[in-house]
T-cell receptor, first 109, second 115 residues
Framework: AQRVTQPEKLLSVFKGAPVELKCNYS??????LFWYVQYSRQRLQLLLR??SRESIKGFTADLNKGETSFHLKKPFAQEEDSAMYYC???????????FGQGTRLTINP | NAGVTQTPKFRILKIGQSMTLQCTQD?????MYWYRQDPGMGLKLIYY???????DKGEVPNGYNVSRSTTEDFPLRLELAAPSQTSVYFC??????????????FGEGSWLTVV
């Protein structure tokens, strides 16, 4: 079974502090992992995916197959990072995404 | 491109009423999806479609129906609305696997309240 777990529903950090949003998954094969972000009153949009190994808006995420994790990190949080963040998994050969419960990130000034 | 467009954006329904959430995409995507987003529960897949004329159930299909008569449109129908269907509904689409990277594009969401 495919499962994505985001253990923190709420995360609050101060501006300029490092931030890490946790994501763990369970899947027997080789998954594709994604982070989606939803800013207030906006649609979900792709932030980054593990196959691209890119940094978007200062965020990075590394797939750790040993720990089955795909944590999202940013060294210096900014107020505009406040949003809902969803980790998602796509199984091999599949199209649909399985989402985690989401983490609401609040950056305090 | 407008991307994925959903209507209506907001709707209040009485218990037992029926309604259809419309979704259309202009990206010629083969795959389309309906998700519902409940507070603290993340997004759950209701139904999805891999192409015109083909639909399949997701995690939470009960109480909903879909059809896919064209590539562009993927309406979601609630036949007998129940309070448990109060949620935010997102339509999404993606291309067939290939160089596009399979990015899933979401609509803006439809806020539905059943009272």
């Amino acid at each position: 079974a495919q499962r994505v777990t985001q253990p923190e529903k709420l995360l609050s950090v101060f501006k300029g502090a490092p931030v890490e949003l946790k994501c763990n998954y369970s899947y027997s094969g080789s998954p594709e992992l994604f982070w989606y972000v939803q800013y207030s009153r906006q649609r979900l949009q792709l932030l980054l995916r593990h196959i691209s190994r890119e940094s978007i808006k200062g965020f990075t995420a590394d797939l750790n197959k040993g720990e089955t994790s795909f944590h999202l990190k940013k060294p210096f949080a900014q107020e505009e990072d406040s949003a809902m963040y969803y980790c998602a998994l796509r199984g091999q050969g599949a199209q649909k995404l399985v989402f985690g419960q989401g983490t609401r990130l609040t950056i305090n000034p | 491109n407008a991307g994925v467009t959903q209507t209506p954006k907001f709707r209040i329904l009485k218990i037992g009423q029926s309604m259809t959430l419309q979704c259309t995409q202009d990206m010629n995507h083969n795959y389309m999806y309906w998700y519902r987003q409940d507070p603290g529960m993340g997004l759950k897949l209701i139904y999805y479609s891999v192409g015109a004329g083909i639909t399949d159930k997701g995690e939470v299909p009960n109480g909903y129906n879909v059809s896919r008569s064209t590539t562009e449109d993927f309406p979601l129908r609630l036949e007998l609305a129940a309070p448990s269907q109060t949620s935010v509904y997102f339509c999404a689409s993606s291309q067939r696997q290939g160089s596009s990277g399979n990015t899933i594009y979401f609509g803006e969401g439809s806020w539905l309240t059943v009272v």
